[in-house]
């Protein structure tokens, strides 16, 4: 199993940005599709945006497409989420997770099939 620890969040200006971390550790990081996602309060978590394993394909739930960048440096064992424009009133906060399998971060009967979640790092954006 591999472990993620998110960090980078905290509140910001709307229209101002973000950069989000993901540090993994005690697995084979460049054998996991990654992924973001996010929660607000009295919400369901949704997918934010996934990456392939070696960076080459990304994908973005259309809310954020255009102002949203994921990105992984394997050597480092990180990935990243520079956030731009941001304009949410609602806190959110943002996990990461990572899946060895391919296509978890696509919602199935029984929600997100990845195999490791960190605990998330709140972004609240104010007015």
């Known amino acids: 199993q591999v472990q993620l620890v998110e960090s980078g969040g905290g509140l910001v200006q709307a229209g101002g940005s973000l950069r989000l971390s993901c540090a993994a550790s005690?697995?084979?990081?460049?054998?996991?599709?990654m992924a973001w996602f996010r929660q607000a309060p009295g919400k369901e978590r949704e997918f934010v945006a996934a990456?392939?394993?070696?960076?080459?394909?990304?994908y973005y739930t259309d809310d954020v497409k255009g102002r949203f960048t994921i990105s992984r440096d394997n050597a480092k064992n990180t990935m990243y989420l520079k956030m731009n424009s941001l304009k949410s009133k609602y806190p959110a906060v943002y996990y990461c997770?990572?899946?060895?399998?391919?296509?978890?971060?696509?919602?199935?009967?029984?929600?997100?099939?990845?195999?490791?979640w960190g605990e998330g790092t709140l972004v609240t954006v104010s007015s």
């Open positions: 990456i392939s394993l070696r960076g080459g394909s990304t």
């Open positions: 005690g697995g084979t990081f460049c054998n996991y599709v």
């Open positions: 997770a990572a899946d060895s399998n391919g296509g978890g971060w696509v919602p199935g009967p029984y929600g997100y099939d990845m195999d490791s």
